[in-house]
């Protein structure tokens, strides 16, 4: 549900409970609700919080983590700028048990007033994890007696030399705390208004890597079955409908700049989807449409089991991918692979930028990916990585093509621990396929998938008897020869395959005869 737009917090704005020190009953409250004026109740969908004084001003500030933009908040308290010693704050090492001391004790007492205690806990909320530091708000003029620790050993240790507006170590088995002085405050640091961007319902998405487009089949002009091809040059898709304004103007924009874009060796083909839209128009009714327009490219009609594997292929790359709309466009790289995906209408002089830069990889296509500069601590998502992804999505509904993502991620794992699984995984999808499509007698993309079976995993026993076996069906007995004695070279103890060489060399000297 949260990947098709919904909220586990039903869009509920953020709520902040002021403690009124309360009993509760008719009379005082316990807690208020000081949401607005706090100026924390934001609408976003919320995953967790965590506390901390950031800039070591003696209060607590607070790092929202959120599902929706910004992913991170940092909202800075700045109510207690006049007062320095109204706070005072600990961090515990323990030297028995566990060092920091996680479920140990503090207790502080004070001159005419009830003790204050507080307990040091580990992971204290969903996704977060606060600082370890203890942080006790004091109030005015307060005296402090003595600190007491309890560790989680057991043992109790009461320390001395602290003082109100301090900040101090307290080392078990120690009676002296230890001043921490804070250090300099980053100078630079100013709040930010968040600026809603518009809604356009266009959107230019460059992948921040590389991922091979699924196995899409349309019908061309000529009315031949078809598949998308790129044939070593880089090609632009084109989703579009007969009813869609916008559809109507793209495809006279990339007329418009043909010239151009032949120049860059740029192949542009335009499926027409039916029955996506708001009227019962039949697909053949686009076709007078792109000859009216003088369209210049290749042009035909989508699938509809194609045009679900695109829905599939968003849904698989984006966190919201939400429904499926015209005009939608793949840039496609001459290896096969999609490099950027454009929602809306095209922007041809982004699209000419975008073609340029079709050979980015690694941190350059990161770079591309994101609307903003900044510095980068992790490394860039790879290619296998995000084929892995994209194939877990696939596998149920689409194993064949689940198949070719398992591969090309296989391929792409260089000197990564996963790649034999990997191929593992691509190798048993490819199989079970090609077996069950076998006996169905889909003998053409039966044998594409032992090809891929073989390819994937070349050392596979399994993989070339079991071709061997569907060529010695389809009475190819040569080349079922060639698979079957690979086999029996990978694995000399089949039994299984010397059986089957033993039956294909009859029917040879049968055919023969």
Same mark, same amino acid.
């Given at each position: ?77 700045? #109510? ?8 005072? $704050?600990?961090?515990? %090492? ?15 007492? &004070? ?97 921040? $890597?590389? +991922? ?23 090609? &632009? ?31 542009? &083909? ?16 686009? =076709? ?12 035909? #009609? +989508? ?26 466009? &793949? ?6 692979? +999609? ?63 689940? $198949? ?29 396929? $090609? ?50 004695? %690979? ?20 029917? =040879? ?5």
């Amino acid at each position: 549900m949260v990947r098709k737009g919904s909220s586990w917090s039903g869009w509920e704005r953020n709520c902040v409970m002021l403690n009124c020190g309360g009993v509760g009953g008719n009379k005082v409250r316990p807690f208020a609700d000081v949401s607005v004026i706090s100026g924390l109740d934001f609408a976003d969908d919320g995953r967790a919080v965590a506390v901390v004084d950031w800039d070591h001003d003696g209060d607590l500030d607070l790092w929202f983590r959120n599902r929706t933009a910004p992913r991170l908040r940092l909202m800075l308290n700045n #109510t207690n700028k006049n007062q320095a010693d109204d706070f005072i $704050a600990f961090r515990l %090492q323990a030297v028995k048990g566990n060092r920091d001391a996680i479920g140990a004790r503090v207790e502080i007492h &004070l001159k005419e007033q009830p003790v204050m205690v507080q307990t040091l806990a580990a992971g204290d909320g969903f996704l977060s994890q606060s600082s370890k530091w203890l942080h006790f708000g004091l109030g005015d003029n307060a005296q402090i007696e003595r600190v007491a620790v309890r560790w989680p050993t057991g043992e109790t240790d009461t320390f001395s030399g602290v003082h109100p507006g301090g900040r101090y170590y307290l080392k078990q088995g120690s009676a002296r705390a230890t001043a921490w002085n804070r250090p300099a405050v980053p100078s630079g640091l100013s709040s930010m208004v968040q600026k809603a961007a518009p809604e356009s319902g266009v959107a230019a998405i460059a992948l921040p $890597a590389k +991922v091979p487009l699924p196995l899409i089949e349309y019908t061309d002009e000529l009315g031949n079955a078809s598949e998308v091809t790129t044939n070593d040059r880089p090609k &632009l898709l084109v989703f579009w409908a007969e009813w869609c304004p916008s559809c109507i103007g793209e495809l006279k924009s990339l007329g418009e700049n043909a010239e151009q874009l032949t120049a860059l060796k740029l192949d542009v &083909l335009a499926l027409e989807v039916g029955g996506a839209g708001p009227s019962d128009k039949e697909p053949k009714k686009g =076709k007078s449409l792109i000859e009216q327009l003088k369209y210049p490219f290749d042009h035909g #009609t +989508v699938s509809e089991s194609s045009l679900e594997k695109v829905e599939h292929f968003q849904r698989a790359l984006f966190e919201n991918a939400g429904q499926f709309a015209v005009p939608l466009s &793949l840039l496609i790289d001459r290896g096969g692979l +999609v490099t950027t995906i454009y929602q809306g209408p095209i922007d041809v002089e982004l699209l000419l930028q975008d073609i340029r830069d079709l050979d980015a990889n690694g941190s350059q296509r990161r770079d591309l990916a994101l609307p903003y500069v900044g510095r980068w601590y992790t490394k860039p998502i790879t290619p296998s990585a995000v084929a892995e992804m994209v194939g877990g999505r696939f596998t149920e509904s689409y194993p064949i093509d689940a $198949a070719r993502y398992y591969h090309f991620a296989a391929k792409a794992a260089v000197n990564d621990p996963r790649q034999p699984q990997l191929a593992a995984n691509s190798l048993a999808l490819y199989l079970h396929q $090609a077996r069950l499509l076998a006996n169905k007698g889909s003998s053409s993309v039966a044998r594409r998938c032992f090809l891929g079976a073989v390819a994937v995993a070349p050392g596979s026993a399994e993989a070339h008897r079991d071709f061997g076996i569907f060529l010695m069906h389809q009475l190819e007995f040569d080349l079922a020869e060639t698979h079957l004695l %690979q086999a029996g070279k990978i694995a000399p103890d089949d039994k299984r395959i010397q059986q089957t060489l033993l039956r294909l060399q009859q029917l =040879k000297e049968k055919g023969a005869g």
